[in-house]
């Protein structure tokens, strides 16, 4: 893959959360450490891994679907969302983090967002001398949270990951605010 295609990413909401928290669950332990099939190790690759960054959310655009550029804004409908963060490169991928901050205001009183000590996920690549997974995921989800009703919540949300190489690439996206209404 070219360099520049290494660096391109896209981060899209799906709408209508239509209740299925569950279904969610579910979907994100399956996909949160999730590897697809080793890749040979490129132990001087000099470029860093795609990260695709997606929220599977109730948002406000009615119709279901919003793409946002990195960087950008979501507004979410209760009861919020997962984020998700896939790093995939074909020389092999050594970790994947996705990392978050909160910020709430409650009539006023303002708290936060303090500073993102260590990632909420982290995924490690069983990496070995010949190879490397091609692609990890992580997510985290947003309604597992403990939030208090009647408070503006914003979130903000960025992904960090590694190539495989001995000297490892890594590469880490803008972050993106979503904003919840409790």
Not at 102 to 124: F, H, K, M, N, S
Not at 142 to 165: D, M, P
Request: proline share 5%; with cysteine; hydrophobic share 40%.
């Amino acid at each position: 893959m070219a360099r520049d295609q290494k660096r391109t990413a896209r981060f899209t909401a799906h709408g209508h959360w239509g209740g299925t928290v569950a279904a969610l669950a579910v979907a994100m332990v399956a996909l949160s450490g999730c590897t697809e099939d080793p890749a040979t190790r490129d132990l001087n690759d000099a470029t860093p891994p795609t990260v695709v960054l997606t929220v599977t959310a109730s948002t406000s655009v009615d119709g279901g679907l919003q793409t946002v550029e990195f960087g950008g804004d979501i507004d979410l409908r209760m009861p919020g969302g997962s984020v998700f963060a896939k790093a995939s490169d074909d020389d092999g991928v050594g970790h994947v983090e996705l990392w978050m901050t909160e910020a709430r205001d409650c009539g006023g009183t303002r708290v936060g967002p303090g500073l993102a000590g260590a990632p909420i996920e982290r995924v490690e690549g069983a990496v070995t001398n010949t190879s490397a997974p091609s692609s990890l995921s992580a997510g985290h989800d947003i309604n597992t949270r403990t939030l208090q009703a009647g408070c503006s919540y914003t979130f903000e949300v960025w992904a960090k990951a590694a190539n495989a190489a001995t000297q490892p690439v890594d590469v880490k996206t803008p972050v993106t605010r979503l904003h919840l209404d409790t």
